[in-house]
């Protein structure tokens, strides 16, 4: 109704105006059915763009922890609960500095149940001044486990069993590598920060889809939800999960999600609309929509680094 009246109310004015002697007869692409539909066809531009610029938008940061001593090492690491080396310790300082000059805030953050993860996450709140906010840890954002490769050397596997072989164990979708005994000391049903968790849930090894399966269950139930509350989300995890996640986030293939390699201690920034689909940013590096923050020849660098632990 409001619209209608708007419409006749501006085609009045508008006929006062050209009732003048020389402008006494309208043509016919000026009559009164054709001036409606230009009206509503500008009413229909404005709203779309009041519409596009109020639409709801959110931000999700990730980052991969920083290298730890087993990163170091080029050990598989998987759910083993190694610490951050030093220059994992100066990674996340480094990614907690990026985020404050770039003024970033959070309300909630999430990490794994292993220090390497949770220690960047401390380090990043409080070069952000965000220590007071809540943390939430969940073995679901764990690393992909290794299962029996976990604390061999990357290098000396590739000798022993061949690239090839190692390449289908650490970067195939869907083939996990050989199973972890469960007498073997890395076995997780052994740890008492998994006791609540079935023992049918605990992996013994684990492919990346594997990973996505187990991770996803928390980011369909608790994340999405406080994502669409408008909190803004900080998560520091590890290589596998993020991988998960942003093959989920991207729609990224199956095959293409096996080169993909996220670095250490560097944030990842998402914008995503109303729907939680990724808003493309023009620093994004393919595949991804999100932007890496920082000096993007660095991250490429280090995104190099992270191909080249299995030469």
């Not at 990724?278 to 660095?298: K, M, T, W």
């Amino acid at each position: 109704m409001f619209l209608l009246k708007y419409l006749l109310t501006s085609f009045a004015v508008a006929n006062a105006f050209m009732s003048t002697p020389s402008q006494k007869t309208l043509t016919p692409s000026r009559t009164f059915g054709s001036q409606i539909e230009q009206r509503i066809s500008q009413v229909r531009k404005h709203a779309t763009r009041a519409s596009t610029s109020l639409a709801m938008k959110y931000t999700l940061v990730l980052v991969r922890h920083g290298e730890s001593t087993w990163n170091k090492a080029n050990l598989f690491t998987g759910w083993a609960d190694v610490p951050l080396s030093e220059k994992g310790v100066e990674e996340a300082t480094a990614g907690g500095k990026l985020l404050a000059e770039e003024g970033f805030t959070f309300d909630v953050a999430y990490t794994s149940t292993l220090k390497r993860a949770i220690k960047t996450l401390w380090i990043i709140l409080e070069e952000m001044d965000l220590m007071y906010i809540p943390i939430v840890n969940t073995w679901r954002l764990n690393e992909r486990h290794y299962g029996a490769l976990q604390g061999l050397n990357k290098q000396e596997t590739v000798d022993k069993y061949g690239k090839e072989q190692v390449l289908i164990w650490r970067r195939s979708y869907d083939i996990p590598p050989p199973e972890l005994e469960k007498d073997n000391e890395h076995y997780p049903g052994k740890d008492p920060r998994y006791a609540d968790v079935a023992e049918e849930d605990l992996p013994l090894a684990e492919s990346l889809k594997l990973t996505e399966d187990r991770f996803m269950v928390d980011w369909e139930k608790t994340l999405v939800p406080e994502i669409k509350s408008g909190k803004k989300i900080l998560i520091a995890a590890h290589g596998n999960t993020l991988r998960a996640l942003v093959k989920h986030l991207d729609g990224i293939s199956e095959d293409d999600i096996t080169g993909l390699n996220i670095p250490t201690g560097i944030p990842l920034v998402y914008e995503l609309d109303e729907d939680l689909q990724p808003i493309p940013h023009s620093d994004a590096i393919a595949p991804l929509s999100g932007r890496y923050l920082g000096n993007q020849e660095e991250v490429k660098a280090r995104i190099g680094a992270v191909v080249a632990q299995t030469k």
